[in-house]
């Protein structure tokens, strides 16, 4: 069965609402100010059977100039229009901005329902091709040039059946819209029933929903609610699509907190963007260009929002012209990439309205364009025209090393999922892009990850020339420089890494084959430290002393040190002392021998065994405590820590 929302246009008290209840026998004027003044002041909505098992949504806009943002809210949603004009007053002025606002926004067909036909007759023989006449003019160039026109009547019910038939015809082409794409459900009406609970309403632009699944309001912030149940036109259904007006029944939300511009998504999924990148047009009937800077008032989704136009390569926009821009917004909004806008001004344009301009979104949450820069251009032009893949590429390329996961895609392209899922694929077959965390598929540009290695390249010759003596470039600082916060990238890296050259030694990365302290100054100063600790044997100088003996600087001394500790010929014992790795090696020997032939050790047995001063006693004895070779007992006693029997089979094993 095809989807389809059919949504009136027209000028104020041309017959729009008792249009809609002739045709379906409801009555869409549900405030009592409505029914007091006679006007469509709110969206109203209804459900139409076309006879070919289509049952479509009907939203019905108001026509008074003061309620255009209801009336773009509900075009928003429209697959087509019905452009109503009453025969006997002809094109009006919200005739004309309708039928730009439906251009502006995207709608791609209509039919053009001429009402109030039974007051024909008595307006003479000329004016019925006068009234074509203007129609023709209004909607050349637009989607209704060319669209049938249907005479009709609500209070008599003449013509009603052409009307279905002209509807029926125009849905069959109508383009369906993706049910396996992001959930996006832009709120018209929150409301609630006794009983049920909270109510919010609107046509789903975008994916699915049903009861029991996760979504969030954007921006509102609620995260989380739940779905409790969902209806389309009245009835109960497991689960609602994109293209079918939907009643979602909330829980976790009062109805006061949802609020017209708000939009139902995925839970987790859909941003609020301060900033769009977009494609924008001015209407040819403008009656001056549109400036850089300007401000206006942002119609999208069901969302109003006061915006800064920021155009990109130019101080102006001309009447019937279309250029980039950014627009930044007083507010965050929840916006998809090819969703259409409209923009409004303060001042309206004679015979027309406020409605000046318009376009479509090609990126959300966009980093802040500086202008004048032909890469920025080249990169929105990739959005504008390229295909999927291409349109992904440039996204990825966009978040740079943070990548994005498969949910970030998905809203950030719009994408229906297999043909997301596809285009990922073939850029991964070409080397475009790089999934590095199957699990989250999550993915990341190739050249990002390419600019990412070749900083890392550099970062690590420049360490090596820094510090010689040091082992290489420890791998969390080379990832917090590159603010790398996901370990699974910074791993794909690293192994990116090992192909150009550059090796994992521990926790360090070093150019391959390199060995520290290799140069001849270095070898010289190696020998100086090594001798200067061998032969202190377990009473070796402190570092301060070493330094000054082997005539260093301190940070150099200790970088050889590090080094020398590295290669397993000296031990750290202590801020202060370094010992030869022999003679602590010999030390650890004889002191479990004793610990084996005795219960314990007494700090004045251990000083004996060590044969010198509690300088270098007291370190020692810390020393082999966090080796867990001793465990402290007492202030002045030590025991072997662990399984005796073990011990013993090592030491005999060692001595074998």
Not at 159 to 185: H, I, K, N, W
Not at 358 to 374: C, D, S, T, V, W
Not at 463 to 470: F, I, M, S, Y
Request: glycine share 12%.
């Amino acid at each position: 069965m095809r989807r389809v929302v059919i949504g009136t246009a027209g000028h104020i008290d041309h017959g729009k609402t008792a249009l809609v209840r002739a045709l379906t026998g409801i009555d869409t004027d549900r405030l009592k100010e409505e029914k007091q003044r006679g006007i469509t002041i709110e969206l109203g909505f209804a459900h139409l059977d076309l006879g070919d098992g289509t049952v479509a949504g009907l939203v019905d806009v108001p026509g008074h100039e003061r309620f255009v943002r209801a009336m773009a809210a509900g075009a928003g949603g429209m697959d087509l229009a019905v452009l109503v004009v009453a025969a006997d007053e002809g094109v009006m002025p919200q005739t004309r901005e309708h039928v730009d606002i439906l251009r502006l926004l995207g709608v791609r067909t209509g039919v053009v329902a001429l009402t109030k036909a039974d007051l024909l007759p008595g307006l003479g023989a000329e004016w019925l091709d006068l009234l074509h006449a203007d129609l023709a003019d209004v909607c050349a160039g637009t989607i209704l040039d060319g669209a049938q026109r249907v005479l009709c009547s609500a209070r008599t019910g003449a013509g009603l059946d052409d009307l279905v038939a002209a509807l029926r015809r125009a849905a069959a082409g109508a383009e369906e819209r993706p049910t396996d794409g992001p959930l996006y459900l832009p709120v018209d009406r929150a409301f609630t029933i006794r009983g049920f609970g909270t109510v919010a309403t609107g046509t789903l632009l975008s994916g699915s929903v049903a009861a029991e699944e996760a979504i969030d309001l954007v921006p509102a912030g609620s995260t989380g609610l739940r779905v409790r149940g969902v209806q389309v036109h009245g009835a109960p259904v497991e689960r609602a699509f994109a293209g079918q007006r939907v009643a979602v029944n909330l829980s976790g939300v009062e109805a006061q907190q949802i609020e017209r511009g708000m939009v139902l998504g995925a839970h987790g999924q859909l941003p609020p963007t301060p900033m769009l990148d977009v494609e924008l047009s001015l209407l040819e009937s403008a009656p001056r260009a549109l400036a850089h800077r300007s401000k206006w008032l942002l119609h999208v989704g069901t969302a109003q929002v006061p915006a800064t136009v920021s155009l990109l390569d130019r101080e102006a926009i001309g009447a019937g012209e279309t250029a980039l821009a950014q627009l930044r917004l007083a507010a965050p909004v929840a916006a998809l990439p090819g969703q259409h806008f409209i923009l409004r001004g303060f001042a309206p344009i004679p015979g027309r309205g406020h409605t000046v301009a318009g376009g479509r979104i090609l990126a959300i949450l966009p980093r802040k364009h500086r202008r004048g820069r032909p890469e920025i251009a080249a990169g929105l032009a990739v959005l504008r025209e390229g295909d999927a893949a291409a349109r992904i590429e440039r996204i990825l390329v966009e978040a740079g090393a943070a990548g994005l996961d498969a949910g970030a895609l998905a809203v950030r392209t719009a994408l229906p999922a297999k043909a997301l899922a596809r285009s990922l694929e073939q850029l991964g077959s070409r080397g475009a892009a790089l999934c590095y965390d199957r699990e989250r598929r999550a993915w990341v540009a190739t050249s990002i990850l390419d600019r990412l290695a070749r900083k890392s390249i550099l970062a690590v010759q420049r360490h090596h020339e820094e510090q010689p003596l040091a082992p290489g470039l420890p791998r969390e600082e080379l990832r917090a420089r590159l603010g790398l916060a996901d370990p699974k990238l910074f791993a794909r890296l690293v192994g990116l890494l090992g192909e150009r050259g550059i090796e994992a030694v521990g926790e360090h990365l070093s150019q391959r084959g390199r060995k520290a302290g290799s140069g001849a100054t270095d070898q010289a100063l190696r020998e100086r430290v090594l001798g200067l600790v061998r032969a202190g044997g377990l009473t070796p100088p402190a570092v301060a002393e070493l330094a000054a003996a082997a005539g260093e600087e301190k940070e150099r001394l200790l970088a050889m040190l590090k080094l020398l500790e590295g290669e397993g010929l000296v031990v750290r014992v202590s801020q202060e002392f370094f010992f030869e790795a022999t003679a602590v090696g010999t030390l650890r020997e004889r002191l479990v021998d004793f610990l084996l032939a005795n219960e314990a050790i007494s700090t004045q047995e251990f000083k004996e065994l060590v044969g010198a001063t509690r300088k270098w006693v007291m370190p020692l004895g810390e020393f082999f405590d966090r080796e867990k070779v001793t465990l402290r007992v007492a202030d002045t006693r030590r025991v072997l820590r662990g399984d005796r029997d073990t011990w013993r089979e090592r030491r005999e094993a060692g001595a074998r």
